[in-house]
């Protein structure tokens, strides 16, 4: 893995999940990590949907501050800041914090992302049969607070005439997920958002992609299968997922290759990128792309 110890990078919803794997990873590879989220080790995360309450659990754990520790550990720095990215006021005061430290960003990965909470258990319904409150965890916490960091950290790249925003989502050759117009839309204007902003970043030499893992086992999706990371090999259903830590390496694979900018406004699958960079998941598996038709 690239050395990315000069790299100031920001992870957004980094408290569990996928953001957890990519700063861990960035901390691997020697990056200072802002690590942002709403849960402290004060304030508890906030409760999940109904899966959770299946299982007899409703609260995930992870905290800013324990992403932060393992950032470290792993070999960089990592730095906690609480951050609702809902909020205009706490987005500001985030970046504004990075500059009066750093007085630069590498790398902002836009990852935070409201959808889980309000999972009710229907994994297919058509849409006259969602309520119309999926729209503000979908889009408001998936999309809109992705272009609120970007906005803000943009200009900055643009003055160096240099860095890199990788939006992670969902995609699968633009097939449409059935049954899931709400995740759909929010997932295709995530990747539309990654491709126009690389449209109006290249002329500044500011590169900005959208990334799309498979079917990760984050603290959510193993708890909704009643495991856990040392024994989700005894769930059939979880055979072919991947560790948040797989699209954690494709983040600080990307983040340190120097030719990252013939990549820009791509949408890159994790597994495909780790062909390319020769990276492997911990568990020495190349997992690769998630195609959902393999899965129907
Ligand atoms: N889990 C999977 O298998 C999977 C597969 C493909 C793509 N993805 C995509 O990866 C991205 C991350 O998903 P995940 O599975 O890690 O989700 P997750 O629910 O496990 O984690 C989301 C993180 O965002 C945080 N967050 C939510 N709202 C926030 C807010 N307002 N302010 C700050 N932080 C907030 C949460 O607290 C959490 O830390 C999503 O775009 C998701 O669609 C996930």
Redesign the pocket.
């Known amino acids: 893995m690239g050395n990315l110890k000069d790299c100031i990078a920001v992870v957004?919803?980094?408290?569990?999940?996928?953001?957890?794997g990519i700063a861990v990873e960035l901390g691997a590879a020697g990056a200072t990590v802002y690590v942002?989220?709403?849960?402290t080790r004060a304030q508890p995360?906030?409760a999940?949907g109904q899966i959770l309450s299946l299982s007899g659990m409703d609260r995930?754990p992870?905290s800013i501050e324990a992403t932060a520790e393992e950032v470290t550990a792993a070999g960089g720095r990592g730095i906690a800041v609480r951050?609702?990215?809902?909020?205009e006021a706490d987005v500001a005061a985030l970046f504004r914090r990075v500059e009066q430290e750093q007085g630069r960003i590498d790398l902002l990965v836009n990852?935070?992302?409201?959808?889980?909470?309000v999972f009710d258990g229907v994994f297919q319904a058509p849409f006259w049969e969602r309520g119309m409150e999926q729209w503000d965890?979908f889009i408001n916490?998936?999309v809109r607070?992705h272009l609120l960091a970007s906005r803000i950290a943009a200009p900055w790249m643009v003055r160096r005439r240099r860095g890199l925003i990788v939006t992670?989502?969902?995609w699968d050759r633009d097939r449409y997920m059935e049954g899931n117009l709400f995740?759909d839309l929010?997932?295709s204007a995530?990747t539309r958002l990654a491709f126009g902003m690389a449209q109006e970043l290249r002329p500044h030499g500011v590169a900005s992609v959208a990334v799309?893992?498979?079917?990760?086992?984050?603290?959510?999706?193993l708890a909704g299968h009643h495991t856990d990371e040392a024994h989700w090999r005894e769930k059939p259903a979880l055979a072919r997922?991947e560790s948040?830590r797989y699209?954690g390496r494709a983040v600080a694979a990307l983040a340190a290759d120097p030719q990252v900018f013939a990549r820009t406004g791509q949408v890159l699958r994790v597994g495909d990128l780790a062909r390319s960079y020769a990276f492997t998941d911990i568990d020495g598996r190349q997992v690769p792309p998630?195609e959902l038709d393999a899965h129907a």
Do not use: I, Q
């Open positions: 957004t919803g980094a408290t569990r999940g996928a953001g957890r942002t989220g709403r849960s995360a906030p999940y995930l992870g951050c609702d990215h809902t909020d990852n935070a992302w409201g959808g889980h909470e965890p916490r998936g607070n992670t989502t969902f995740y929010a997932k995530m799309t893992p498979g079917w990760m086992r984050t603290e959510f999706v997922t948040p699209l998630f």
